[in-house]
């Protein structure tokens, strides 16, 4: 877009902003959120695993696609077992990553260009190497109680202890290991090496604040709650914990989906947890000032539960409980799929408060163009960022990654890292991840094609509609979210998802996208002329080209326009 247009958006903006008096909205309601595994977005001293001296030196790429603010997976002190979501140390950075000072001259670079920075925050569990844990086991003063310990229950025929309860971990096998030392049972919802920390104990907590209140003090617009239905476990009056029933899926007891989770997810006192995270991050700006601190929240749970971790009119918890519901299309999605998956977020969510974000993938995910195809990368990337809210795009699905076959040799093998290799910024050596010999996992065999200086240089690619998408993030049109039918999304045929925002004064875009792989032919979609402002490779269009929507027009497949209307 040429400079000009910002201007005008800019100046339509403040008039819209008077004239209707567009709501109030803070930053991240419509923010774009990025997420990045600091392992695989840069390295800077050729071992070949990316860290923070190397997210610094890209920084500016965020601010060049359009980022408000960015959240990194875990760079904190830790055995690595589960990638840093084990954490030794809570208030130090891994080595692997860098330092303290690298990380407060992250903060100082982000903040001169603008772009936030929000880390993750793992509450429910540390490693098993933290001190707190090896306290716990020697049942030292303040920290016995740390960690969920029991005494398991004692099988009169083999004089043997047996776990309390039949919990499978999230990663399987059994939720509850025998501590020899301690002479008891821990439980862990997710690896043996990643203890559960003990909601419960008003230590805990105040230690989290404490974590909260160290890295908001050096800077930090805010945090992405780890595994937060995983926190809180139920347990019975008399101290024992209830078995969980079968639901009833597959056949293999140690699964984690054989069971239904009704006693240790998605508990009520989680609710309360996240009212109490969020007051201490509205306090902490109180009194120190700046921008919203925000709290997103990891939650495979149902809608109707992210709602109540956002909060209600008397209480306010997370404002960011991530959508997945996109992540759950596949290639087989029709574009009546796609909105029926908006409709249930905006039919509890939007409906009770007025907010939406959309996740396109995460570390735990396959890529969009394994899940849905390649050709479908654009399609996601220009619904998210065309729906009201916020979008969350894990880094490199702006250029279209796919997941790359890991070969899976020994203990150390992650069904994960297919959707972890590193960025792909060239198609120079290493993609210029890294200047190393070799890289912590294999780069994509595709990186020549799909890297970000190549994509600069080609009009329709990913990268390219990625960068359109933003600006369009900031127009008057879609700012105008909250007001009134300022938005509406609508499956005009099975295969052609169409989204409309305005500011109802002086502009409308109509986005369409085609889901399917037939040519659609839409008559009288509209009573008026529009401009391509966007279109995907499939495109026969171009930008500055007309669309008298009156008449007829034609969406090759797999292809997505954005057009605009100006008064
Ligand atoms: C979350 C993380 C995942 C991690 C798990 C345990 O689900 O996204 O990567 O393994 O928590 O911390
Ligand atoms: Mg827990």
Redesign the pocket.
């Known amino acids: 877009m040429p400079k000009w247009a910002h201007l005008g958006l800019a100046v339509l903006l403040s008039i819209s902003t008077t004239l209707v008096g567009a709501a109030e909205i803070d930053w991240w309601e419509n923010a774009s959120l990025y997420q990045i595994y600091p392992r695989s977005f840069q390295d800077s001293d050729g071992d070949g695993i990316g860290d923070l001296k190397g997210i610094t030196s890209r920084l500016s790429y965020l601010k060049e696609i359009g980022i408000t603010a960015t959240w990194l997976?875990p760079i904190f002190t830790s055995p690595m077992s589960?990638?840093g979501?084990?954490i030794s140390n809570f208030y130090d950075i891994d080595p692997i990553f860098g330092t303290l000072d690298d990380f407060d001259a992250l903060i100082v670079e982000a903040k001169s260009l603008g772009v936030k920075i929000i880390l993750?925050f793992?509450p429910?569990?540390s490693s098993d190497e933290n001190e707190w844990f090896e306290k716990s086991v020697n049942r030292e003063d303040g920290y016995d109680d740390f960690y969920m310990w029991d005494d398991g229950k004692l099988n009169e025929e083999t004089g043997e202890r047996e776990p309390p309860s039949n919990w499978v971990s999230?990663?399987s096998g059994p939720m509850w290991t025998w501590n020899e030392k301690r002479q008891q049972f821990f439980l862990h919802?997710?690896?043996v090496k990643?203890p559960d920390l003990n909601f419960t104990n008003p230590m805990v907590r105040e230690h989290m604040l404490d974590v909260l209140k160290f890295w908001l003090d050096r800077g930090v617009d805010g945090f992405r709650i780890?595994?937060v239905p995983?926190i809180y476990e139920h347990r019975n009056a008399d101290g024992s914990y209830p078995d969980e029933p079968v639901s009833g899926w597959g056949s293999d007891p140690n699964a984690y989906d054989y069971h239904d989770h009704i006693y240790t997810k998605d508990q009520p006192a989680t609710v309360d947890l996240m009212y109490e995270w969020r007051e201490f991050l509205d306090n902490y700006r109180a009194q120190n000032g700046g921008e919203s601190r925000v709290l997103l929240a990891?939650a495979?749970s149902s809608v109707e539960t992210l709602s109540a971790y956002f909060g209600n009119s008397t209480h306010q918890g997370t404002q960011l409980p991530m959508n997945f519901q996109l992540m759950y299309l596949s290639g087989y999605s029709t574009a009546e799929d796609v909105v029926g998956s908006i409709d249930y977020w905006m039919n509890t969510m939007w409906k009770e408060h007025q907010t939406a974000n959309w996740v396109v993938g995460?570390?735990?995910t396959n890529r969009v163009a394994d899940r849905m195809g390649a050709h479908k990368v654009d399609l996601l990337n220009v619904i998210v960022n065309a729906l009201p809210g916020a979008s969350v795009t894990y880094y490199g699905e702006e250029i279209g990654m796919s997941n790359v076959d890991v070969e899976c040799t020994g203990d150390s093998c992650e069904d994960?890292d297919g959707e972890r290799t590193p960025m792909q910024w060239t198609a120079g050596k290493n993609a210029d991840f890294s200047d190393g010999e070799s890289t912590w996992l294999p780069l994509s065999p595709e990186y020549q094609r799909y890297n970000v200086q190549t994509e600069r240089g080609v009009s329709r690619s990913s990268l390219n509609i990625f960068k359109g998408l933003q600006a369009l993030k900031s127009s008057a049109a879609f700012m105008a979210f909250k007001d009134d039918g300022g938005f509406s999304y609508e499956a005009v045929t099975k295969q052609v998802l169409q989204i409309i925002r305005t500011n109802k004064i002086s502009e409308e875009y109509r986005i369409l996208v085609n889901m399917g792989n037939d040519i659609e032919i839409l008559d009288g979609l509209a009573s008026k002329t529009y401009e391509y402002v966007l279109a995907t490779a499939y495109s026969t269009h171009y930008p500055g080209q007309k669309a008298d929507l009156s008449a007829r027009i034609i969406l090759m497949p797999y292809e997505a326009v954005v057009l605009r209307w100006l008064a």
């Open positions: 997976s589960d990638f979501y084990d993750d793992v429910n569990h999230v990663f919802q997710f690896q990643q780890d595994a995983h990891e495979y995460n570390h735990d994960r």
